[in-house]
């Protein structure tokens, strides 16, 4: 094959960010704190960066773990990885001692960029590894190496001739342990950009509308389903380091942001705030959620208390890039409990444990098919055979759609609880919960009990100012679930326990009420 007739048939991130700035040129693409890059100057910084990487030692195919908060250097590392032809490796910035060196060693990682403010961490970990680079994504007096430096100098721009198309790897995406150590979803290009495309149609992404990202990108919801489609369409986004209220809420008003996801845990915290009302979000026309289970009271304040907004549910995870299914704003008002239907590029059943579908209304495992699903998990066989048995990617997570195919999260596998050999969805507690006008957020775990097998136990944080008895809370329940559902007890927290995507960690919290 010659090299012009590779180019023609490549098609790789890198190339769609090629694409997208000769169309967008001199639009603003990113916003980050005081700087502002167009899509021409971003492309430039990209190949910058790629350059670099490949001249410090690193070869296509090799691993580059990323380790930073949220930064415009974050983004442009990212795109450089793939245009180099390397496999970026995000870890969680939360990380740090032997679940750190875990993923550094079992991704056989050759380089490692971070934040100046983790290097106490990086050198712990990294101790006795062997890396070919260990640099900076972003530092004041960079010694060597710094990802911002070299995006913003005037070092070789030219793309890189390196040898990959759409089946190389893109990514290791390490999904979290939760009974076993992290695994990686091995996701390439061809997978992410086709899922590229069916967000940009699904979630109704447009190219003049302002995005504000907040969530981490080292996560797969806002890298992968709303920044990159967003940066392929021309759209500008505003990137911030964290999702604070404070901050979210005046960049809502001040940057006039058309489009914002955030799970249900910063919602939750947004409505909360007692500046919410002071701020203009009139412009707001798209509010996207997920990551995790959004009870059905908080989506009706959020529809009360941002006229004309439009809500998507988002459900899917890390393995299919990770945009499974969606809930349209039209659909809300019928089904606002629903997951929605899959997307353009994804295939989803509910299957028993022979992998026959069940009926509409019967619960099941949901399973899919998709080109933007993981090619396997990195080094683990045996797990991606199981994972793919039958045919069909296995998700975890139990389910059942009703009779147009609109699908329904009844819990993770791993959360149901089995309350006297009854098996109870914690997620219809916690809707129950919510119905009371005092709570503002509920967890419920099962924790291990000599009667009843698991206890049904809810954790539950009331609104500022209010007041709720576990004795009121529990005869609330009692009106609305069979007794048999009814919590055994209510335990009150000033917080829970929450990831950096803000994913409540029941696992976490079983290991605190069992201590």
């Not at 195919?405 to 098996?423: A, E, H």
């Not at 009150?492 to 079983?510: E, N, V």
Request: glycine share 8%; hydrophobic share 45%.
């Amino acid at each position: 094959m010659s090299h012009s007739q590779h180019k023609i048939q490549q098609n790789t991130i890198g190339t769609a960010l090629s694409r997208s700035a000769r169309k967008h040129g001199g639009k603003l693409a990113l916003a980050f704190g005081s700087r502002r890059w167009t899509h021409a100057e971003l492309n430039l910084a990209v190949s910058r960066v790629a350059n670099r990487l490949l001249a410090e030692g690193l070869a296509p195919g090799d691993r580059l773990a990323v380790y930073g908060k949220n930064s415009d250097a974050y983004v442009i590392a990212w795109l450089a990885a793939t245009r180099a032809g390397l496999v970026h490796v995000p870890i969680n910035f939360a990380l740090s001692g032997d679940e750190l060196r875990y993923i550094l060693e079992q991704s056989g990682a050759a380089g490692l960029l971070s934040d100046r403010a983790l290097a106490d961490n990086v050198s712990a970990a990294a101790q006795g590894l062997e890396l070919t680079l260990s640099a900076t994504l972003y530092a004041d007096e960079a010694q060597g190496f710094d990802v911002l430096q070299t995006a913003l100098s005037d070092a070789d721009a030219r793309e890189p001739d390196v040898a990959i198309d759409g089946t190389s790897l893109a990514q290791l995406l390490y999904t979290s342990g939760t009974t076993a150590a992290p695994k990686a979803a091995m996701m390439t290009h061809q997978a992410l950009l086709a899922e590229y495309m069916a967000c940009m149609v699904e979630l109704d992404i447009k190219g003049d509308e302002p995005m504000l990202a907040a969530l981490p990108l080292y996560h797969s919801a806002q890298m992968h389903v709303f920044l990159m489609p967003a940066l392929l369409l021309g759209a500008p986004v505003h990137l911030r380091e964290a999702p604070l209220p404070d901050d979210c809420l005046a960049q809502l008003a001040s940057e006039d942001i058309v489009s914002f996801f955030a799970p249900p845990t910063v919602w939750i915290g947004l409505l909360r705030h007692p500046d919410f009302s002071r701020h203009d979000l009139g412009r707001l026309k798209k509010a996207y959620y997920g990551a995790s289970i959004m009870p059905v009271p908080v989506v009706e304040e959020l529809q009360q208390r941002i006229p004309g907004v439009g809500l998507y549910n988002c459900y899917g995870q890390s393995e299919i890039a990770p945009l499974a299914t969606v809930l349209r704003p039209e659909e809300h008002a019928e089904r606002p409990a629903s997951a929605g239907r899959p997307i353009l590029t994804v295939e989803t059943r509910i299957v028993d444990l022979e992998m026959n579908d069940v009926p509409p209304g019967e619960h099941g495992e949901i399973v899919h098919r998709s080109p933007q699903l993981l090619t396997g998990y990195w080094d683990k066989p045996g797990m991606t055979e199981e994972a793919f048995a039958g045919g069909w990617f296995h998700s975890g997570d139990v389910g059942y759609v009703d009779d147009e195919g609109y699908l329904y999260i009844v819990d993770r596998i791993k959360d149901v609880i089995n309350t006297g050999g009854i098996v109870v969805a914690s997620r219809e507690v916690e809707e129950a919960l919510f119905k009371h006008d005092a709570v503002s957020e509920v967890a419920v775990v099962g924790l291990p009990d000599d009667k009843w097998i698991e206890a049904i136990t809810a954790v539950v944080v009331l609104k500022e100012g209010r007041e709720a008895s576990e004795e009121e809370l529990i005869a609330h329940s009692r009106k609305l679930m069979a007794p048999y559902k009814v919590p055994k007890q209510i335990l009150f927290a000033d917080s829970l326990p929450k990831s950096t995507a803000g994913k409540i960690l029941k696992r976490h919290l079983r290991k605190e009420l069992q201590a």
